[in-house]
C-alpha cells in the first residue's frame, strides 16, 4: 500500500530540518559511506547501518518497495589494508573477501537489509579515472610528483558542508604539507603505487585512488550525478564529505545530494571506544553473548543525532523490553493486514526526523493496550499494527515461541530450530491461506540470511 509521504530530515547542509521531497518519487536514491574491510566491524560501525537501515525501510513503506535504491559501498582499496596484508602476511584479496563476508553477516544479524547495491571500490577504477580527468580538464586538479591533487582554492563552494574557515580546513585536514601542493588544503585523488603496493595503470603511471574520490565515482555510477540522500557518521563530515561534494560537484557542474545526514558517535560508558583502553566491542563477540535484535534496539533506542552510550546494561534492559513485546505477541492470531490497520504512530514517529525512541515508545503504548483487552479481533488487529512498526523498525520479526525458546544467546532466529518454527508457522499461515503472514515469514528469514524453497517433497532451507 502507498501512503502519503511525510518525512522531514535534518540536513547537515542546511543546519535544518527540512521537508523530504525526491528528485523522483519513483526511484529515491540513498547512498551511505561502508566499511573499510580489514577487520571486523565495531559496534560504533553498526550504529550509521541501522540507523540508514531504518530510513530505508520507512523510505519504502512511503514510496514502494521496487523505487528506492539504497548504495552502500565496501572500500576494499586503502592504506590500512595495504597495512594489515604487511603485517599478518594475508593476501589483500583474502583479506577484503573474508572481511566484507564477516561484515554483511554482521549486519543481518542486527537486522539490516541488504542494500539494493554494494559496490567495491577496486571494481569502479575505471569511473574514478574518469572523474579525475574531469576534474584536470576543468581547472580544479593537477598532477605533481607521479600524484593527482585537488586544488581546493579552485573551488569558491569548498567548506559548505562542514562550514570550517580556511585555517580550520587546512589545520583539519591533518595532512602533512608534501612539497608537490600548491595549497596545503589541497589533498589526494589518485598517487602512485610501487612494486609492492597494489595498482592499476592510469593517465599518470600505475597508481591507486585516494579514499575520498571512491565515493564520488561509485554513487555517480549507481545513484547518477544528484541523487537525494548521502549519509554517514558524523566524523566523516570533514574531511571526507566536504571532499566528495568538491570532487563531485566540480566534475560534474551539479548538487551532489541534497540532504545530507550524519549519525552522532557512539562511546562506551562515557568514554571513547578504543583497544587501547579496552572498551571495544565488535558485532562479532557482542553476537556471542547477545541475540542481534537486542543490539538493534539499543542503537534505536538514541536519536541518531544524539551521542549514544553503550553499555552492556544497556543491552540486558534490551533484550527485557523484547521479552515483553513477544510474551504479548505470543498466543495472539494473525491476521492479515487490512485497510486502516496502518502503524500509523510509528510512521509519524519516524517522518519526525527519524525519531526511533519516540517510535519505540510507541510500540510500548500498542503492547500495553494489547495486555489490557480482552477483545480477541482488538487484540489480532493490534497485534498487526504492532508487527507492521516493528517491520519498520526492524524489530519484532521473529516467531514469539521461538524467541522466547531461544534464550539470551547468538540471534535466537538463525538457530535451526527456531528456522524450523518459523517455516510451520508459515505452513500453517499458508494453509489459512494467509498469505500477507507467510510472505511476511519468509522476508523475515531472508533479511536473517535464511532462504525458503518449496518443492514437491515440502520447504526446504539454506543459509546464504
Ligand atoms: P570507518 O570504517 O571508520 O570509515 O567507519 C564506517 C562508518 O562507521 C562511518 O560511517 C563512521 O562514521 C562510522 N563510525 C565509526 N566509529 C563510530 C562510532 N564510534 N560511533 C558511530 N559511528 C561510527
Ligand atoms: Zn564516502
Not at 186 to 213: C, E, N, Y
Not at 255 to 268: C, D, I, K, Q, S
Not at 272 to 299: H, Q
Not at 331 to 342: D, Y
Request: hydrophobic share 40%; proline share 6%; glycine share 8%.
Amino acid at each position: 500500500m502507498q501512503l502519503q509521504p511525510s518525512l522531514q530530515l535534518h540536513n547537515t547542509l542546511t543546519r535544518r530540518k527540512e521537508a523530504f521531497a525526491p528528485i523522483d518519487p519513483a526511484r529515491v536514491r540513498m547512498y551511505v559511506c561502508g566499511p573499510t574491510v580489514y577487520d571486523y566491524a565495531h559496534i560504533g560501525n553498526a550504529r550509521p547501518v541501522v540507523v540508514f537501515d531504518t530510513l530505508f525501510r520507512l523510505l519504502r513503506r512511503l514510496y514502494g518497495d521496487d523505487h528506492v535504491a539504497y548504495v552502500r559501498n565496501i572500500t576494499d582499496i586503502d592504506d590500512k589494508i595495504i597495512e594489515r596484508h604487511r603485517e599478518s602476511g594475508e593476501p589483500i584479496e583474502s583479506i577484503t573477501k573474508r572481511t566484507a563476508e564477516a561484515y554483511l553477516e554482521d549486519m543481518r544479524a542486527i537486522g539490516a537489509l541488504d542494500p539494493s547495491h554494494q559496490p567495491r571500490a577496486t571494481q569502479h577504477i575505471a569511473g574514478m579515472i574518469a572523474v579525475i580527468e574531469k576534474l584536470l580538464a576543468r581547472g580544479h586538479a593537477y598532477v605533481a610528483d607521479g600524484h593527482v591533487l585537488f586544488n581546493v582554492p579552485s573551488d569558491p563552494d569548498y567548506g559548505k558542508l562542514s562550514g570550517r574557515s580556511r585555517d580550520e580546513q587546512v589545520a583539519g585536514a591533518r595532512v602533512d604539507v608534501a612539497p608537490y601542493k600548491k595549497d596545503p588544503a589541497d589533498f589526494v585523488l589518485w598517487k602512485p603505487s610501487d612494486a609492492t603496493q597494489p595498482g592499476w595503470p592510469s593517465p599518470w603511471g600505475r597508481g591507486r585512488p585516494g579514499w575520498h574520490i571512491e565515493c564520488s565515482a561509485m554513487s555517480a555510477a549507481h545513484l547518477g550525478e544528484s541523487f537525494d540522500i548521502h549519509g554517514g557518521g558524523h566524523d566523516l563530515i570533514f574531511p571526507h564529505h566536504e571532499n566528495e561534494i568538491a570532487q563531485s560537484e566540480c566534475a560534474h557542474g551539479r548538487p551532489m545530494a541534497r540532504y545530507w545526514m550524519h549519525n552522532g558517535f557512539l562511546e562506551v560508558n562515557g568514554a571513547k571506544m578504543s583497544k587501547s583502553l579496552g572498551n571495544f566491542f565488535t558485532v562479532r563477540e557482542l553476537r556471542e553473548k547477545w541475540p542481534g535484535e537486542a543490539i538493534r534496539l539499543l542503537l534505536l533506542k538514541t536519536h541518531y543525532r544524539a551521542p549514544l552510550d553503550f553499555t552492556e546494561e544497556g543491552l540486558r534492559q534490551a533484550k527485557a523490553e523484547l521479552d515483553r513485546f513477544y510474551t504479548a505477541l505470543r498466543g495472539v492470531a494473525a491476521i492479515a493486514p487490512a485497510p486502516g490497520m496502518v502503524p500509523t504512530a510509528v510512521l509519524d514517529a519516524l517522518g519526525d526526523d527519524l525519531n526511533t525512541p519516540l517510535a519505540i515508545a510507541r510500540l510500548h503504548e500498542e503492547v500495553r493496550e494489547l495486555n489490557a483487552t480482552t477483545d480477541a479481533a482488538r487484540k489480532a488487529q493490534l497485534k498487526s499494527i504492532l508487527l507492521q512498526g516493528g517491520q519498520l523498525l526492524g524489530l519484532l520479526a521473529q516467531e514469539p515461541e521461538a524467541w522466547l525458546k531461544g534464550g539470551a544467546g547468538s540471534g535466537a532466529a538463525t538457530d535451526d530450530a527456531a528456522i524450523e518454527a518459523a517455516i510451520a508457522a508459515r505452513l500453517a499461515a499458508r494453509k489459512a491461506k494467509d498469505f500477507a503472514e507467510s510472505d511476511r515469514i519468509r522476508d523475515a528469514l531472508k533479511a536473517q540470511g535464511v532462504v525458503l524453497e518449496d518443492g514437491p517433497k515440502g520447504t526446504t532451507w539454506r543459509r546464504v
